[in-house]
């Protein structure tokens, strides 16, 4: 496989999307919304709390609460793709330019895995603003009332270094292979909701276990994970068949 | 250049193309005829490598349609306007067409100079920068032809290059390809237009899932009704008659009005036979031409034919 072949697919990907208002809007308005939304919410409990808590027992809590909203930047992460992913092979069949694109001397390989990055670079890109955001606000916060800066942690470190593109790779994935089987963007996203429903379910279960390490079961999930994203890869250029995607067309 | 043999694609029950056998010069503009669903398409998209064949065999220059290593280098050697255009409406004429310099591979100057010079050539360079969505239909098109010559193809597939056109436009894609084949590329073209096939085309196939007729637009047009001459004269005399009766060339004779039409198998070396003889019986001669059906008469004859068979 080319990667520079790759790389011209994505980056004209990347060009397409950039001038897309819908695509761009949404894309940048649930990790901005929740970037905000997580620390105002985490601040107030923390707040309300703040008064019949020692400065030990708050920063346990607020710890508490950081790691959990932390894991919903991974259901972010998971969410985003649907938006963009949605759009890699239903748009060229909008665009009626699938054909040219299928003609040109590039391997089903070399396509995927161009949409593939074309769909990951904004979506991790937009998750790690809106984590970015909420970083900023908690640490200010811890820093001003509890005199440390709770992130980054350990826990936070592996859900935004591994966890977070991780997932982000598999959504694209699977919406991906998605797009390429559908006519419509509407039911390319509809599906794509339905494929990470099993991985918010995942994030939302892990997130409340109390009784076994937090950072080890991020660390097993990240390995699950990372090895479903190697079989969901090859699957992808299993299914991904020029013919089938030109001759059911419509 | 391009060659098939028993060429047969289905799909399902359905067979698009079945036992297409035929061969494509260097340099030749072959012009692909059919109404809808005849398997025009199916064909390009065999040849082009998009969708696999269900038997028989095809090849460009030296590549086999049906090995997957060869297929890459049959899409590199192809120039493909496919029916719809296709082109990135959002994304200006320049960068639609770099984009797709890059995925043929020219190399950076290369492509800069092919992209210039098409779009020169083409008229649309001072707005080289607009996106294609500003664009008429017209210069779409003629955006699309660039883009399938971009990497210097050796081989051009056009499918209804001037369809949806409006006259001028259809004029102008039509103008473009007539330079082309001064290029001698091979150019392969889908078309409903009879006569732009006729202008255009070195020779010209119909087709109707099977292949119906193959030859140059003169051996069609001669192909249905024979070669016939037709004497105009000042007036149809009895002894004329009689005496062009009387010549062997001649396969048969009819008259409308003033003029003998009449079936001859070679003019070009029998007609100053016949003229003699019809002066000689007394005949003034005012014209003499050639009567052919028109390309259109051939294919509707031919495809009704196809249909009833």
Redesign the interface.
């Known amino acids: 496989m080319r990667l520079w072949k790759s790389w011209i697919v994505a980056t004209k990907d990347l060009s397409l999307f950039r001038r897309n208002k819908y695509i761009l809007y949404s894309l940048i308005a649930l990790p901005f919304l929740m970037g905000l939304l997580f620390p105002v919410i985490a601040i107030f409990s923390l707040q309300t709390e703040a008064t019949s808590l020692t400065t030990a027992q708050l920063t346990e809590t607020a710890t508490l609460l950081i790691n959990l909203f932390t894991s919903y930047f991974v259901i972010i992460a998971a969410i985003l793709p649907t938006i963009i992913a949605s759009y890699s092979f239903v748009g060229e069949k909008l665009e009626k330019s699938l054909e040219p694109l299928l003609a040109t001397p590039t391997t089903d390989g070399e396509l995927l895995f161009g949409k593939s990055i074309a769909a990951f670079i904004p979506c991790v890109g937009a998750t790690y603003i809106g984590a970015l955001i909420f970083t900023i606000a908690i640490d200010v916060w811890s820093g001003i009332n509890l005199g440390v800066l709770l992130i980054p942690n350990v826990y936070w470190a592996i859900v935004m270094g591994v966890m977070t593109p991780l997932v982000c790779v598999l959504s694209v994935e699977a919406n991906v292979i998605i797009s390429s089987r559908v006519n419509d963007i509407r039911a390319a996203q509809q599906l794509g909701g339905f494929v990470i429903l099993p991985i918010i379910l995942l994030m939302v279960l892990a997130s409340t276990v109390r009784t076994f390490p937090l950072v080890t079961l991020a660390l097993i999930l990240s390995g699950g994970i990372a090895l479903a994203d190697i079989a969901l890869f090859y699957l992808s250029k299993a299914t991904f068949q020029r013919e089938e995607i030109l001759t059911k067309w419509k | 250049m391009i060659e098939t043999e028993n060429l047969t694609r289905k799909?399902g029950d359905l067979t698009a193309v079945e036992n297409l056998t035929l061969k494509v010069d260097e340099g030749e503009v072959f012009g692909f005829l059919g109404p809808n669903a005849a398997g025009k398409t199916t064909t390009v998209?065999m040849l082009?490598c998009?969708?696999?064949k269900t038997s028989g065999k095809a090849r460009i220059g030296d590549f086999e349609i049906d090995r997957e290593a060869d297929c890459?280098?049959i899409?590199?050697m192809?120039g493909?306007l496919?029916e719809?255009?296709?082109?990135?409406?959002?994304?200006s004429a320049y960068?639609n067409l770099d984009?797709?310099g890059?995925?043929?591979?020219v190399p950076d100057q290369k492509r800069q100079g092919n992209i210039e010079h098409l779009l020169k050539l083409l008229g649309i360079w001072d707005r080289r920068e607009d996106a294609v969505g500003t664009f008429s239909k017209g210069t779409k098109q003629k955006i699309?032809i660039a883009?399938?010559l971009i990497h210097d193809p050796q081989v051009l597939f056009l499918d209804e290059p001037t369809a949806n056109l409006d006259p001028e436009a259809s004029k102008t894609v039509r103008d473009f390809i007539l330079e082309l084949k001064k290029e001698k590329r091979t150019i392969f073209m889908n078309t409903h237009n009879l006569d732009e096939a006729g202008r255009i085309c070195d020779r010209i196939a119909i087709l109707k899932t099977k292949l119906i007729a193959v030859g140059s637009p003169e051996d069609l047009e001669r192909s249905t009704s024979g070669r016939k001459t037709v004497v105009h004269l000042e007036s149809v005399t009895d002894a004329v008659l009689a005496a062009v009766k009387q010549l062997s060339v001649v396969k048969n004779v009819r008259t409308s009005e003033n003029k003998l039409i009449l079936g001859i198998d070679n003019p070009e070396k029998d007609n100053p036979q016949l003229v003699r003889a019809v002066v000689k019986a007394g005949g003034d001669v005012q014209f003499v031409t050639e009567l052919r059906s028109s390309l259109e008469d051939v294919y509707l004859k031919l495809v009704r034919e196809a249909e009833v068979q």
């Open positions: 799909f998209r082009c998009l969708i696999s890459l280098a899409r590199k192809v493909l496919p719809n255009v296709g082109l990135y409406e959002t994304l960068k984009f797709y890059r995925l043929y591979e699309a883009r399938a």
